[in-house]
């Protein structure tokens, strides 16, 4: 009896699997067509993207541009505008160093010289904890660096 399952089962399988054979063939091909359209698709916005950077390079775009669309709203319904001059002006005014500052921001030190450089504009995330710190009063911050230590 046990021959006759064996049999039986390999007769099965033998059978699924010629049924099966035109399906799985039609399905290689699409994906053998889906993944070479993949890959021209990626050379096309490597292309593209390398294109992009040596235009805003020959124009020089300003950071502070993207700035102004991420910026979060005040309580009158105005944008609030980041400015690179205030940043700096409210880490001297706290008396505390860049590296406090990231602290106070939770980045990093070298993105908070960039920031206050104009050299980099920061995230939307980080535009709202930079609202907050320039909202902040000296007490404040100075406790907020003690409970961090």
Do not use: C
């Not at 292309?47 to 541009?65: E, H, I, R, Y």
């Not at 009158?76 to 002006?89: D, H, I, M, Q, S």
């Not at 939770?106 to 980080?126: D, F, H, N």
């Amino acid at each position: 009896m046990n021959t006759f399952s064996n049999a039986f089962r390999a007769e099965v399988v033998r059978m699924a699997r010629k049924e099966l054979k035109p399906e799985l063939q039609s399905m290689r091909k699409a994906l053998t067509s889906h993944r070479s359209e993949i890959a021209a698709l990626k050379r096309e916005v490597k292309a593209l993207t390398s294109q992009l950077k040596a235009t805003q390079k020959s124009v020089k775009v300003p950071v502070q541009a993207s700035v102004v669309e991420e910026a979060p709203v005040r309580k009158g319904g105005r944008k609030w505008v980041f400015k690179p001059e205030a940043l700096a002006a409210k880490r001297s005014e706290l008396g505390i160093s860049a590296q406090d500052m990231a602290k106070l921001l939770q980045a990093s030190s070298p993105s908070v010289y960039k920031w206050e450089a104009g050299k980099a504009a920061p995230r939307a995330t980080q535009l709202e904890r930079i609202h907050e710190v320039l909202g902040m009063g000296k007490r404040k911050a100075l406790a907020l660096l003690a409970d961090g230590q």
